[in-house]
Each structure stands twice: as C-alpha cells, then as structure tokens.
C-alpha cells in the first residue's frame, strides 16, 4: 500500500498542465482562458525575454490579482509549456504534402522562423520538456512523412532528431550574434567587424592560422544567413537521403 501511494504521488508530481486541463474540476471564477495567459506570456517574452514571465508580470498583464492565476497555473512551470505549445501551433502545417525530403526541409525552415520570432523558445528546455500537444502533433507528422522509407522506429526518430538538432544549434548561434549586437550597441555585422579589427588583427598577423585568415579575405558570404543556413541544412539531408535503401533512394526527387 505504501509503495502505491509512492508511485501515485511521483505521478501527480511529473503530470503536465495538459493532463489536469482535461481533469474535470469546477471552473474558477474568474474570466480567463488557458490562450489568454498563453498569449500574454508570449508577448512578454517576446519583448524582453524569458526571465520576464513571472506570475506577478503576467497578473498584471491579464489585469488579475497574482494568487488568481493559480487556479489556471501551478507556476511558470505551466505558464512556458502553455506557451511553447501556442507557438509550435504556428507550425501546425508543417509537414504536410511533398516527399520526406521536402516535409523535413519545409518543417526545418519553418521552425527557424518560429524560432527567430520567439528567440526565447531555445531556453525553454531548460524548465519543461518539449512533451506539450502541437510539438507532439508536429513529431508525428514528421515521423509519418518517413513511413515506407524501410526505417526502423529508432532510425526515423533519430532522423528527426538530428535535423531539429541542426535547426536549433544554426538558429540559437544566429540569437547569439543579434544579443552580442545589441549589447554592443552595433546596427550591422561591419559595425561588430570595427569593434573587434584590433583583435582580429592581432590573430591574423600572428600567422598561425592560414585557413581561417583566407576565409577572412576572401568569404563573400559571411552575413548571408539564409544561404549559410539552406547550405548546412541540405548537407544533413543529403546525409539522410545517403543512408536510404536504394530503391527509395531512386524513387525520391531532390
């Protein structure tokens, strides 16, 4: 009996807002949606960041009393769930149509620009995971993209997984390089490039990296991220498309 009641309370402890949403209860008094504190903490994150979401910010976005949002909430917890599952919402068409290839790049390209729109998203897993309705949804509709491709279960999530994992390193570097920006104070790349010529200078002088300073001289698409970008993620694709049998190999377009 002990032992049932252990296992009961490490349930509810690891239950997410979405399993207690359809939990019936008696609705709270005040007049507010799950969307709504969704969407107000969306804008607030977009705006000035992630650490900005608090129940007190959002309480007073909402025009509630603080303690009234834990009826909707336990905490911020819920709060970043709730809104990591409004965002991918606007991917929800992602993966519709087309051969696995292109269901994959359109996907990939789609969540870089939801990404860029909501930079604070690449923080997020550091306070839930990323097992919320719409991500859920979009991993579905990924993996059935790569049905009938001979892949086992382990191989397509991997598949999955990796083209995410490239979307997010190239777009979280993208983040990186606007913030150092901004908090030098510069509009564009060449403005940074000045702030830092006398460091660059001292690394080229010294000769010991040739490689790297031929890039420097003659790379005509350092700022082009769009270009970088399409360029990485066609690489991985390819890679993908490598490891097919190849009789789908012949049958997909590039």
């Known amino acids: 009996m002990a032992g049932k009641k252990a296992d009961d309370a490490h349930d509810v402890t690891h239950e997410s807002i979405w399993q207690r949403m359809e939990r019936p209860t008696r609705p709270p008094r005040a007049a507010l949606t799950h969307a709504q504190i969704a969407t107000a903490a969306v804008e607030i994150a977009d705006a000035e960041g992630l650490d900005a979401v608090s129940m007190r910010r959002l309480a007073e976005r909402l025009g509630v009393a603080t303690m009234g949002l834990y009826r909707y909430v336990r905490g ?16 929800a068409r992602a993966g519709e149509g087309g051969d696995w290839r292109e269901v994959l ?22 306070h839930s995971g990323p097992l919320t309705p719409n991500f859920v949804a979009r991993t579905d509709r990924l993996l059935a993209s790569l049905d009938g ?42 403005d940074l490039r000045t702030l830092y010529s006398s460091r660059m200078r001292w690394l080229l002088d010294s ?3 040739p490689a790297f300073e031929r890039y420097i001289r003659e790379g005509v698409r350092k700022d082009d991220d769009d270009w970088q970008f399409e360029l990485g993620l066609d690489s991985v694709l390819d890679g993908i498309a ?13």
Not at 76 to 91: G, N, Q, R, S
Not at 107 to 113: H, I
Not at 242 to 254: F, M
């Open 149 to 190: 491709l001979g892949l086992d279960a382990d191989t397509a999530m991997t598949v999955i997984g990796t083209v995410t994992a490239f979307v997010t390193g190239a777009t979280t570097a993208r983040i990186r390089m606007a913030r150092l920006m901004r908090k030098e104070g510069a509009e564009k790349m060449d």
């Open 242 to 254: 490598a490891r097919l049998p190849t009789s789908v190999t012949r049958r997909t377009p590039r």
């Open 76 to 91: 911020k917890d819920d709060v970043i769930e709730l809104m990591v599952d409004a965002v991918y919402a606007e991917e």
């Open 105 to 126: 790049r359109v996907s990939a390209l789609r969540l870089r620009a939801l990404t860029l729109r909501h930079p604070w998203l690449v923080e997020t897993t550091a």
């Open 207 to 209: 000769g010991r990296y």
